[in-house]
């Protein structure tokens, strides 16, 4: 009996001790927990936004050139001769006419004596033999000699006068001889390279110098075949150098009729040169092939690679709304859109590659000029 009565005892005890209350901490533990909107409530993203404008694009097939100089002239001595002087060096601009070199002219000089001592003496018998013929004419009117002798006279005159304009041709040659001497400039350039040094003896023919035109330039541009369809003659060309900004416009002059061996075709530009191109030097080309009139543009980082494809994020009371759409041509930090959103539409720029569908935005507008640069 008193067995019985300890153990209904110890069973009450244990049942209040399970009807105790639990710690705070522990009373939900197992249950799911229910968290207030307010706690999680969306920070807005802050961004800036521009509006997409409309301007026409151009079309560009770009290409490097090389400058070749369709005047490259190489100066040989037209006489030989010891060389006495040089009075310019590679890389020397100069003008048509200019001196260049001096050669040893003594016996130029002497040659054009020699000429001009013959030229004086035969004229002076051809003097002679006029008045004689003179008086020959006015004996024979009187008997006193005989015709044959006007006939000699005259003769003898005939073969000094063709004698003196021989002599005068060797004198032109003597002087023209004596005046190759002086090395001249045929055109207005630069040096491209001396090939000869005072003391230097050269035979006839030998090259001097080697100039290059600088002012006609022809820029050479290969392209690959799979062009040659959208590149035509007159088309206009944007050319600079890789270390200068500034832009030279052209037309394209001529095509290679054939495809070469490379698998390439070249298109040929001639322009006047700006001031300090030099031939040989590469260039950046930038062929006009078409015009996109009337193209819807935004700024390059306003459109964002997502899994779906491209998108921009159109701004519209504070949220965020994500347009696909399908880009074109690239210029200068502007990318065509040519299709999915219309021009003067207010979109995400800064900051658009953090955000999605539907998300608060806190912007400022930024205004651009009309090549795109901001204002």
Same mark, same amino acid.
């Given at each position: ?262 698998? *390439?075709?070249? @298109?040929? $530009?001639?322009? &006047?040169?700006? #001031? ?8 950046? %080309? /930038? ?34 709304? *994500?347009?696909? @759409?399908? $880009?074109?041509? &690239?210029?200068? #930090? ?8 219309? %021009? /003067? ?31």
């Amino acid at each position: 009996m008193k067995h019985g009565s300890l153990l209904w005892l110890l069973i009450l005890l244990l049942s209040a001790c399970d009807k105790e209350e639990l710690p705070a901490d522990k009373q939900n533990v197992g249950k799911p927990v229910v968290q207030t909107s307010d706690k999680f409530e969306t920070k807005a993203v802050k961004i800036t936004t521009v509006k997409s404008q409309q301007r026409d694009i151009e079309i560009i097939e770009r290409g490097l050139g090389r400058i070749v100089d369709p005047i490259a002239v190489t100066i040989g001595a037209e006489i030989p001769g010891k060389v006495v002087q040089v009075l310019v060096d590679a890389g020397e601009a100069v003008t048509q006419g200019q001196l260049l070199a001096l050669l040893d002219d003594k016996d130029e000089k002497s040659a054009v004596a020699n000429a001009q001592s013959a030229v004086h003496r035969l004229l002076s018998q051809q003097q002679t033999q006029k008045k004689l013929l003179d008086r020959y004419r006015t004996l024979i009117e009187k008997h006193f000699i005989s015709p044959t002798l006007l006939e000699q006279a005259e003769a003898q005159l005939d073969v000094l006068s063709q004698s003196r304009l021989a002599a005068l041709s060797r004198l032109n040659q003597a002087k023209h001889n004596l005046n190759r001497t002086r090395v001249k400039a045929p055109i207005t350039g630069r040096i491209d390279k001396r090939l000869v040094a005072a003391g230097d003896y050269i035979g006839l023919g030998k090259a001097l110098f080697r100039m290059a035109s600088s002012a006609e330039l022809t820029v050479s541009i290969r392209l690959p075949e799979t062009r040659a369809t959208r590149i035509h003659r007159g088309q206009v060309v944007h050319l600079r150098l890789p270390s200068d900004n500034q832009q030279v416009s052209a037309k394209i002059s001529d095509l290679t009729p054939m495809v070469g061996a490379d698998n *390439a075709f070249e @298109v040929r $530009v001639k322009l &006047q040169n700006p #001031g300090h191109w030099r031939p040989g030097g590469s260039v950046m %080309a /930038a062929i006009i092939t078409g015009v996109h009139r009337h193209a819807v543009v935004v700024p390059e980082r306003s459109v964002v690679l997502r899994p779906t494809g491209r998108v921009v994020y159109r701004i519209e009371h504070g949220v965020a709304r *994500a347009v696909h @759409v399908v $880009v074109g041509e &690239q210029r200068e #930090g502007m990318v065509e859109l040519r299709s999915g959103l219309a %021009a /003067a539409v207010e979109l995400a720029e800064e900051g658009a590659a953090y955000l999605s569908d539907g998300v608060k935005v806190d912007s400022s507008k930024r205004e651009m000029n009309s090549d795109g640069s901001g204002i």
